[in-house]
């Protein structure tokens, strides 16, 4: 008589509960992409920049994310210049990043559910990380890299072959060319791998291996140096990195970090305190942990074993990034990376903490479970109360852009084109909106009431300028929280 078995559904209801938590994620985005004004620093692209232009950065913008640069003009040149397609490549960024985090995840847990809180972890914990895969910038590019080159290290740690590491030091290699601060990823992949090989390798290994290893690493290392050099040192010689931090790696990186890209909301000095004691401690335990069980193995009291391996490796992915920021700055005065140039520690530091609560759960499952919970829990609630699909929070300024046009429009419909005068940090996106949205119907200033050009027919600018306005100007509406302000005419010219 035949047999049968019942089938394992908890795998198919880990996949489908993953899926459908990525699908969220996803219509969240887009509805961002469509949905969110046009920000500030997103205005770059200039239809006269070439190809060779934006791989030199000629213009010495550290706005030119390289390769986001070079996607963004071929998709506007042959499509269209929309709010989608300037955003198209950080869409893909994020499913790029869903997927490497799932498989990264999957590789470092046999406990599917535990896997699976890992990733949602890893794509809720941060939303600043979230809204930069519906901008047209390149940190979701740098990222979505990030992540990948991570997956396929992993692999090699895993399984040894070459294939693995060449692919993850390309995708190291791209982040740099996405964002310039993600350089401090790629030395701690190449560092990791020789540490590995130092640690871990068995001597017929290291006769084997290491030598093929040092070459690919210094392959890649004559090739990001032929992409990156020319555009960074153009960016460097013209203070393009002055915008970072000068007092220190905690006041500057860790600190923004906690306010800016992991609590947005209710980021008081305390709270932040302790959220640094809580990383402080979270950094240095597992330190302490994989030092003591390296040094059981050597001794052999214990058998070494792969998630040994991995744990060390992922605690260095994080650690040697923080150790490059430091000596950067004390041997070339380098500022410090902050909040958006600092992104790539929240990605490293998780994926360590998923492995190393994971890796706990063994001998301390009560403990390693609470800690796993009180981290999940955290992040989710963090991510709820900040999503939204009107702003992004590093250029609020610029939420309510379109609607001020919209009022303005309401108000005066004369014939003629109205003159609207906004400040240095409006006026790209006024001026974007007004040429996608209103055309024809608006000539956008700039200046803001520094300008007493007497053709003015409104004024959007902060309330603390109001008393600098020419005579005649009165408040219309606040906006943004009541920091800026539309102010019109006494009397709206209706010719």
Known sequence: MRRFSIPDLSGVAHRFAAFMF????????????????????????SAHHSYTDLIVNRYASANNHVLHSLIRKFLVEYFTDSLFFLRADSLVAQVIFLLSTYGICSLLTLRRWLGLAGFV??????????????????????????????????????????????????AAILSVYSIFSFINFYL?????????RMLFGRSA???????????????????????????????????????????????????????????????????????????????VLPSVYWFVLYIKTVQGKVLPNRSLQIGVVLYLLFFIPAVSVILQHALFGINYVIDRTALFFIPLFFIHLVHWLNHIVNGHKILGTIIGLVFFGAGCYNFCSNANVTHTHLWWYNAADNVVLERIKMQHKGARMVKVCVGWIHEPSFMYNAQHYFPGQFTIAGSGAANKDTAINYYYVSVSEADQLPAGFFRDTVYVGGAFALYRRTVTDKN
């Open 22 to 45: 990525a699908s969220v994620l996803v219509v969240l985005n887009v509805l961002r992409i469509f949905n969110v004004p046009i920000t500030h620093d997103e205005t770059g692209y």
């Open 121 to 170: 972890l890893l794509n809720v914990v941060s939303p600043l990380l979230f809204q930069f895969w519906g901008l047209s910038r390149g940190y979701g590019l740098a990222l979505a890299l990030l992540s990948v080159s991570v997956l396929y290290l992993l692999r090699y740690i895993n399984a040894g072959r070459s294939y693995f590491l060449i692919v993850s030091l390309i």
């Open 188 to 196: 701690a992949v190449c560092g990791v791998t020789i540490v590995h």
């Open 205 to 283: 290994e290291l006769r084997t291996k290491s030598g093929h290893e040092f070459l690919l690493l210094l392959a890649s290392a004559v090739v990001l140096a032929a992409l990156i050099t020319v555009p960074l040192f153009n960016v460097y010689g013209h203070d393009g990195l002055q915008f970072m931090g000068t007092n220190g790696f905690w006041a500057d990186t860790v600190s923004s970090l906690l306010k800016e890209a992991i609590l947005i909301s209710n980021s008081t000095k305390d709270t932040i305190k302790i959220l640094g004691i809580v990383i402080a401690v979270f950094s």
